[in-house]
């Protein structure tokens, strides 16, 4: 099993930036991919952004593009988010995700923290 763990969320006005941690424990031998996927109210789960191990392959959801950027510290199994001219529409719960299987899910979820982008 893994845990995760997220932390960085809160208020923040339109155009302003936050950035999101969450640090996996557990079993984190080996390599993984990691990543953020957002829920806003109404919405379906979308994926943000992930990461493989390397950091050779990122990929971006076409919303956040030039605006967001993840990395990962594998010495400390921890993954960032850094979210810049934030606006309305990121308003949502972030989770942090973690191992993806054979069929491209992702297989640990953190609890979620809260992304609150008032206009």
């Known amino acids: 099993q893994v845990q995760l763990v997220e932390s960085g969320g809160g208020l923040v006005q339109a155009g302003g930036s936050l950035r999101l941690a969450c640090v996996a424990s557990?079993?984190?031998?080996?390599?993984?991919?990691m990543g953020w996927f957002r829920q806003a109210p109404g919405k379906e789960r979308e994926s943000v952004a992930t990461i493989n191990w390397s950091g050779g392959s990122i990929f971006y959801a076409d919303a956040v593009k030039g605006r967001f950027t993840i990395s990962r510290d594998n010495a400390k199994n921890t993954v960032f988010l850094q979210m810049n001219s934030l606006n309305p529409d990121d308003t949502a719960v972030y989770f942090c995700?973690?191992?993806?299987?054979?069929?491209?899910?992702?297989?640990?979820w953190g609890q979620g923290t809260q992304v609150t982008v008032s206009s």
């Open positions: 557990g079993r984190t031998l080996g390599s993984y991919r």
């Open positions: 995700v973690s191992h993806r299987d054979d069929r491209g899910n992702y297989v640990y």
